[in-house]
């Protein structure tokens, strides 16, 4: 880590040198190439960014970029991250979870952050199951896929993350697959700009718990239509959705939250006066 | 992988993506050596860094060819691919902790047999600069394809492909 | 007729009678007349029309607890008035108003020998529509106090004065009715003149003294989730951030407002958020989150009676254990406890302070009665403690976030400083902040975290030692106020007795508490648990005297002053 890097930024300015704990082969390495790619795109220098993330596979993600990294509690990321970009809106501030941590634990925070609009960005590497503990199901398992907490599989209907997200309010809402990172880094960089809250669900697979996933990469294609900024016309094509869809769904012109400002006061004595007698 | 090529305007343009393609292949082989390493398999992380060396230097080579102070920042501008990635940026996705020095092998065959076609396809190119210095890297990449495969005709021939699930004595751990 | 330092009125009614109004008004009228006073409520479990109670406590000097017994008892009407019958203790030499027309006072208004005055409100405001009951029983507990009716009539017509001409002027009537209706009773003992003094005097409440504090000691953000009995402390912050260019957010829940405010300290600014138990609850795991990545947060828990839901109206110390001990691994970090609505001002501006000089969050251990009780009292005494981060500017590569330092505190890099970037972690980390699972690693920054909180010089706010001799009061928190109290009547009586009230509940510091035991014999711990957790937490780290006694009591009943005095006493010590 240097004190400064110069300009033009390359994706290899962004990638620490810290060896990542996932296992190869694993769809979150290209996430890592996709992100560095984004941000090299924007230009942004790392110590400009911060990255915050929760608990699992992906949250590992922070320490392995040159940027400020906060690697939080399980399912508390966005609340975090928004805190953060509330008091510095100055920084470019990226949050990212997985399908256990973002959809499960965390959540009333996803409905929450789509609704809030604070303009930062959130990836949430999807892999349908919990990698950090042995392969539970997730939010996002398929009913039928047997493990050892729920042999025979859930028999529970996957959560759909881009529909909770449009519903919620999200102002821009994506897929992605970590096995393109062009494109993946693409649709980062496109998340980070689009102002307001972009969600991006990126399609991980699992090499370990999911080695049936290895068809994800023949199965994603680009959705044959370009993203819209009409919420009902963004919901229609959801139900038609086979989630491999790729690429830009929904881009919002919703305005991002601010805090409410006021004319400020010169001294803070001037605060006291409402208690005195 | 490759579709969506960049397409070649000039001399200057094939060696920034030449440039590209090269430092891709060194990043990817790096952070496959890594991987090796943090997952305790010395043998393919041997393999891996010196594939990463190789390349390396082949792309240190281009940029002393090219002879162009700016190569880094022109590569980021020309070596786009609109879709996949660049022919010798190996899928990582590939990659397994006991994968064995013949699936190395043949990671690496399939990346040089895209840049062959790559630089192939640049045969038929306009500019005659442009048209020597494709079938330049075409022979080497085609050398490259050779290497690989006298390479894995001495590997002994693997297992089938989801060997690994049974290969595992050790099951995975919990973490967090 | 006796002059008493302080004279304690109490009016209850029910249904929107205006108990409630009745009692801030003559809280009021006292202050402009120069006395101080104290002010809480007890309330029903309605959101309008329910029971409600104004316990006041009018005085020369400034006041901190009810005393013990109560001078004067106005009952508008008495249903469901037998809920707060324990809350307002009566003596023979009490006064109670009581409307012959309407239900007759609890039975033991009448078991306490107090004098029933008549006063017949349902008579008086159907001959006068315009006139409100609470007014006129407002007019009548004037009256006995011997306060001069221009003293209310000020305030009535600026309070009134919204709600146009008619409503003052029937205000106005409706007090001078009521004062009418009792001719010239008084009361047996009243209120000593008021001090002549320049000094300013404020009126607040405790929760708005912790927001003042709050912003005082630095803090610029705030995240809000609604609780009673907290939430006034976010609705003070929430316009007044915004006048010093902060900024406060209502969260999702308040797992979400515990990391919003980690996430405003990792981004440098100053943090802080407000809950009762049920809230601490849910942010404790984020809490060690906090300690370990070292970012300094300030979590305001304004204690009720628990657990679960409890008793989200009225005060309990029960959230002691959870504040100390409840953080999972070894999770040392701060918490303070404010001992009266001022010290709430000054005890959470030290712990914003705190925080920030250690890097670690901090708790500031409050209680539904110092939240809600509204004080008159001599403005507090301006503490400099301003929140000073150890920040990382001038960086060498590589950064070592959790650099192993003399004093344990390591500078700290914010977002945007070249050079700086490390990832703030919960999972045990190396100096630079990486993951690491080594033993020798996880004991290095546990020392580190429990050294920069052990070796930090804490100065005299650590806890209130008050007077000297054999015998001592120790509490803690809002109970100060009653134990300040007992220990000057036993003073007064002639024994010589001392109070001890840390304020630094966490850290521990044994060298001075065992300074401030020197001498004592007997000792009486003081708390309003039903499990004595104070006197649990006391002997844990502590020495105590062989003669030590508690008294405890779950909420919502106040410990008073008497009790404690004879607590003290029943050991035959003096």
């Known amino acids: 880590m240097s004190a400064s890097v110069p300009l033009p930024l390359r994706p290899h300015d962004y990638k620490s040198d810290v060896k990542p704990v996932w296992c190869p082969g694993c769809g979150d390495y290209h996430v890592l190439i996709a992100l560095t790619r984004a941000l090299a795109e924007l230009q942004v220098p790392p110590e400009r960014v911060a990255l915050v993330s929760g608990i699992g596979c992906s949250s590992r993600i922070p320490a392995y970029t040159t940027c400020y990294g906060f690697h939080g509690v399980h399912g508390r990321s966005l609340a975090l991250g928004a805190g953060l970009k509330l008091v510095r809106p100055d920084l470019t501030v990226v949050v990212a979870s997985g399908d256990g941590d973002g959809y499960s634990i965390g959540g009333n925070h996803f409905l929450h952050a789509c609704r809030r609009n604070i303009d930062m960005t959130y990836l949430v590497m999807d892999n349908h199951i919990y990698g950090m503990t042995k392969g539970q199901p997730s939010p996002t398992t398929e009913p039928d896929i047997d493990t050892a907490l729920a042999p025979g599989g859930t028999g529970l209907r996957p959560f759909n993350p881009l529909v909770i997200a449009l519903a919620s309010g999200a102002n821009f809402v994506a897929r992605a697959f970590s096995g393109n990172p062009p494109e993946t880094a693409g649709i980062i960089a496109e998340a980070v700009r689009h102002p307001g809250f972009s969600f991006v669900e990126i399609l991980s697979p699992c090499v370990t718990y999911r080695p049936d996933q290895k068809v994800w990469k023949e199965r994603v294609h680009r959705a044959p239509v370009d993203a819209t900024d009409d919420a009902a016309r963004a919901a229609r094509r959801l139900m038609t959705d086979d989630g491999f869809n790729l690429g830009v769904l929904y881009r919002g ?3 991002p939250y601010r805090p409410h400002g006021c004319e400020q006061i010169g001294e803070l004595a001037e605060l006291e006066k409402e208690f005195e007698l | 992988m490759s579709d969506g090529a960049p397409q070649v305007f000039s001399l200057a343009d094939l060696y920034a993506i030449a440039y590209q ?37 082949h792309r240190d080579e281009i940029a002393s060819a090219a002879a162009d102070p700016d190569i880094v920042a022109h590569a980021c501008k020309v070596a786009r691919w609109r879709s996949g990635e660049s022919p010798e940026a190996v899928d990582l996705s590939e990659a397994h ?40 890297f075409v022979s080497e990449e085609l050398a490259h394809v050779e290497l690989c495969r006298s390479l894995l005709r001495r590997c002994p021939v693997p297992a089938p492909a989801d060997r690994w699930i049974f290969e595992d004595p050790d099951l995975p751990v919990s973490q967090e | 007729m006796a002059e008493a330092p302080s004279v304690s009125v109490a009016f209850v009614g029910s249904g929107g009678a205006g108990a409630l109004t009745s009692g801030r008004l003559l809280l009021e009228a006292a202050c402009k007349s120069g006395w101080n006073g104290l002010l809480t409520r007890s309330v029903g479990p309605q959101i309008r029309g329910g029971e409600a109670a104004a316990l006041l406590r009018l005085a020369i000097d400034s006041v901190e607890c009810h005393s013990n017994r109560f001078d004067l008892l106005v009952g508008i009407d008495w249903l469901n008035a037998n809920r707060f019958e324990t809350e307002i203790p009566l003596g023979p030499n009490s006064v109670v108003i009581s409307d012959p027309n309407g239900a007759a006072p609890p039975a033991i208004v009448a078991a306490s020998g107090a004098q029933i005055l008549e006063l017949p409100l349902k008579e008086l405001t159907k001959a006068n529509p315009s006139w409100r009951a609470n007014m006129v029983a407002l007019g009548a507990a004037a009256s006995l106090l011997g306060f001069d009716e221009s003293i209310l009539a000020d305030l009535i017509a600026t309070r009134f004065e919204e709600k146009g001409a008619e409503a003052v002027t029937a205000s106005l009537e409706a007090v001078r009715g009521g004062a009418h209706a009792l001719g010239n009773h008084r009361l047996g003992t009243t209120l000593a003149p008021p001090r002549r003094t320049a000094a300013r005097r404020w009126l607040l409440t405790g929760n708005e003294a912790v927001g003042l504090g709050a912003i005082r000691g630095g803090i610029r953000f705030a995240a809000a989730y609604p609780i009673t009995p907290a939430s006034e402390i976010l609705e003070w912050l929430a316009p007044n951030l915004a006048k010093v260019g902060g ?28 809950t009762s138990g049920p809230g601490l609850s849910l942010m404790v795991e984020s809490l060690g989150l906090a300690v370990a990545a070292e970012v300094p947060v300030v979590v305001v828990d304004v204690m009720r009676g628990g657990p679960s839901t409890g008793i989200p109206t009225k005060s309990e110390q029960a959230d002691l ?12 970090h701060l918490v303070v406890a404010p001992q009266s609505v001022p010290d709430c001002l000054i005890a959470t501006q030290w712990a914003v302070y705190l925080a920030e000089e250690l890097q670690t969050p901090a708790i500031v251990l409050s209680d539904q009665f110092l939240g809600q009780a509204l004080l008159a009292c001599a403005r507090p005494a301006d503490v400099s403690f301003i929140g000073q981060r150890r920040k990382a500017t001038e960086i060498a590569a590589p950064y070592c976030r ?31 902040g990486l993951p690491t699972s080594s033993a020798g690693d996880h004991d290095a920054q546990l020392d ?31 109970l100060t106020g009653a134990a300040r109290e007992a220990v000057g009547e036993l003073t007064r009586a002639g024994h010589a007795v001392r109070l001890i009230a840390p304020r630094l509940l966490s850290p521990v510091r044994p060298n001075d508490m065992a300074a401030a035991f020197q001498g004592v014999r007997r000792l009486l711990v003081v708390e ?27 909420g919502p009943l106040p410990i008073r002053p008497g009790e404690i005095c004879r607590a003290l006493l029943e050991g035959g010590i003096s």
């Open chain 1, 253 to 255: 012109n919703r305005r």
């Open chain 2, 21 to 57: 393609i090269e430092a891709d292949a060194a990043e990817r082989y790096t952070m496959l050596a890594e991987q090796m390493e943090m997952h305790n398999n010395p043998e393919l992380a041997g393999i891996f860094r010196d594939l990463a060396r190789v390349e390396a230097i």
């Open chain 2, 97 to 136: 902790y006991l994968m064995t020095p013949r699936d190395a092998l043949e990671m690496a065959l399939a990346g040089e047999e895209r840049a062959f076609d790559f630089y192939n396809r640049l045969s038929d190119a306009v500019d005659p600069d442009v048209k020597r210095l494709a079938a330049e």
């Open chain 3, 247 to 274: 900024c406060l957010v209502q969260a999702e829940d308040e797992l979400a407002s515990i990391n919003m405010i980690i996430g405003g300290s990792y981004g440098g600014a100053p943090s802080l958020t407000a």
């Open chain 3, 321 to 332: 254990n959870i504040a100390v001990y409840g953080l999972h691994g070894d999770a040392p």
């Open chain 3, 402 to 432: 959790y650099a192993l330092t003399a004093d344990g505190v390591s500078p700290m890099a914010v977002p945007g400083v070249p050079g700086g970037q490390y990832t703030a972690d919960g999972l045990t980390h190396t100096v630079r």
């Open chain 3, 448 to 478: 580190k975290r429990r050294d920069k909180l052990e070796r930090f010089a804490y100065g005299d706010l650590w806890a209130t030692l008050e007077g000297e001799g054999p015998l001592a009061v120790m509490t803690f928190g809002s």
């Open chain 3, 528 to 554: 309003q648990t039903h499990s004595a957790q104070f006197h649990r937490y006391l002997k844990a780290h502590y020495t105590l005297p062989a003669d030590t006694a508690v008294l405890n009591r779950a």
